[in-house]
C-alpha cells in the first residue's frame, strides 16, 4: 500500500488543530521556506513543495476528512499485515531455502554437435530514446522575473536553465535532448503561494491595512506590488473591504496579457493609544456627529 505522508507533523500541527492554526502555521513556514527567500536552497526547496502540498489538503475540509479516512485505514493494514507478512515471508523461506532470489543468474546454453557446450551472453536492448518530465516549483517573484535557474534532476544530473518571464501554473518548458538518449526534458511549472499576494487569473489581489485617521481624511500609502512599492492614494472616507485597482500591476494571463492589482482597504483599530491619543479621542468623540447605527434604531 502506498505510503500516507503526515501531513499535520509536516505543518507542525496537532491532528484536532483548528483550521485557523492549520492557516496560520502555513504562512509561519510558507515565509521561512520560500523559494524567494531561500535562493538554490535545494532542501528548502523540497519543505517549501510539503507544506503547500500539506496545506492543499488540511485547509480543504472534505479533503481532510478523507485524508484523516486514509490515515486510519493505513494503520489499522499495517498492523493487521505486520503478522500476516510474518507467517508468510517464514513460509515462503523454508520453501525456497532463501527470501533473496535477486543472486539467481539466468543464462542460456547452446549445444552443438562435436563441440563443447559455450554460455552465450545474452546483452540487454539498447535504451531507446525517450522524453521525460520533472516538476519545478517556483516563487511568484522568480515566475514573474524569470532568469537563470539550477536544476537538479532525479537521475542526480544538475542544469541550469534559462527560464522565461511571466510563467504560470502548469506552464512545461521543453529542454531539447536533455532526456533520454537524446530526448526532450519537459519542465512542468508551480507557481507557488505567496505569503501576501494572491493570483486570482491575471489579476493579483492583496489586503492592505489603514488606521481610521488614513481612512476618514484620506491619505498616500506605500502598497507592494511584484514590480515594488508604489504610492497609492487612498480616498477619503474609504471604507473597509473597499477595493482599489492598480492598472498593468497584476500577473499575466497564458496569452501574456497582463491584469491588474487589485488592493482591499483594511481598517485597522490600535490596541493601545497613548494617553494623549486617548485625550484627543474623547474630544473628537464629543464633536463626532456620525451615527452608523442611525438607521438600524428607527426601524426597532
Request: proline letters at 4%; one cysteine or more.
Amino acid at each position: 500500500m502506498q505510503n500516507v505522508r503526515n501531513y499535520y507533523e509536516i505543518l507542525g500541527v496537532d491532528k484536532n488543530a483548528p483550521s485557523n492554526e492549520i492557516k496560520r502555521a502555513y504562512r509561519t513556514l510558507a515565509i521561512k521556506y520560500h523559494p524567494d527567500r531561500n535562493l538554490g536552497n535545494k532542501a528548502a526547496e523540497e519543505k517549501f513543495k510539503d507544506i503547500n502540498e500539506a496545506y492543499e489538503v488540511l485547509s480543504d475540509q472534505t479533503r481532510r476528512v478523507q485524508y484523516d479516512q486514509s490515515i486510519s485505514r493505513k494503520n489499522f493494514i499495517n498492523k493487521a499485515g505486520s503478522f500476516g507478512n510474518f507467517g508468510r515471508n517464514n513460509r515462503a523461506g523454508s520453501r525456497n531455502g532463501s527470501t533473496d532470489r535477486s543472486r539467481v543468474r539466468v543464462s542460456t546454453q547452446d549445444y552443438r554437435p562435436g563441440t563443447t557446450k559455450r554460455e552465450r551472453v545474452v546483452s540487454s536492448p539498447r535504451t531507446q530514446r525517450r522524453d521525460i518530465e520533472a516538476k519545478l516549483t517556483l516563487g511568484l517573484d522568480e515566475a514573474y522575473r524569470g532568469g537563470k535557474r539550477k536544476i537538479r534532476l532525479e537521475d542526480g544530473r544538475s542544469l541550469e536553465v534559462d527560464m522565461p518571464s511571466g510563467m504560470v501554473n502548469a506552464q512545461r518548458i521543453r529542454l531539447k535532448g536533455q532526456g533520454i538518449e537524446g530526448g526532450d526534458l519537459y519542465l512542468k511549472i508551480t507557481v507557488a503561494r505567496h505569503p501576501f499576494f494572491e493570483i486570482q487569473g491575471a489579476n493579483i489581489y492583496c489586503q492592505i491595512p489603514v488606521t481610521p485617521t488614513e481612512a476618514i481624511l484620506g491619505s498616500a500609502i506605500e502598497v507592494p506590488t511584484i514590480d515594488g512599492l508604489v504610492k497609492v492614494s487612498v480616498p477619503n472616507g474609504v471604507r473597509s473591504g473597499q477595493r482599489l485597482r492598480l492598472a498593468n500591476k497584476g500577473y499575466f494571463d497564458k496569452s501574456g496579457v497582463r491584469g491588474d492589482q487589485l488592493v482591499e482597504i483594511q481598517i485597522v483599530t490600535p490596541k493601545e493609544i497613548t494617553p494623549e491619543e486617548k485625550e484627543l479621542y474623547e474630544k473628537l468623540k464629543e464633536l463626532e456627529q456620525f451615527n452608523p447605527r442611525q438607521n438600524i434604531i428607527k426601524n426597532f
